[in-house]
């Protein structure tokens, strides 16, 4: 059965950083796009960053510069590299693969 394991939330001070995990189950990283989502409480979920399956990436405009996306096929895993983190970044991150693949969400909380 598919499944994404997300790990690597946690809390952190402005300026800190995280490394998110996201582990797949059932298919491989490389045959699908896979990205991240994240959602503040009473907020639209929206799309970080996703990676193809050539691995061509894209970016929320917030996080351009500060947040990398990436996939070790031999591990099956997806990752998301958190830079200079913000209060802005305190919300659930969610890992995705296409069309349709969810993770259950980690928390990343800044303080200022």
């Known amino acids: 059965q598919v499944q994404l394991v997300e790990s690597g939330g946690g809390l952190v001070q402005a300026g800190g950083s995280l490394r998110l995990s996201c582990a797949a189950f059932?298919?491989?990283?490389?045959?699908?796009?896979m990205g991240w989502y994240r959602q503040a409480p009473g907020k639209q979920r929206e799309l970080v960053a996703t990676i193809s399956t050539g691995g061509g990436t894209n970016y929320l405009e917030f996080v351009k510069g500060r947040f990398t996306i990436s996939r070790d096929n031999a591990k099956n895993t997806v990752y998301l590299q958190m830079n200079s983190l913000k209060p802005d970044d305190t919300v659930v991150y969610y890992c995705?693969?296409?069309?349709?693949?969810w993770g259950q969400g980690t928390q990343v909380t800044v303080s200022a």
């Open positions: 995705w693969g296409n069309p349709s693949y």
């Open positions: 059932g298919f491989r990283v490389s045959s699908r796009a």
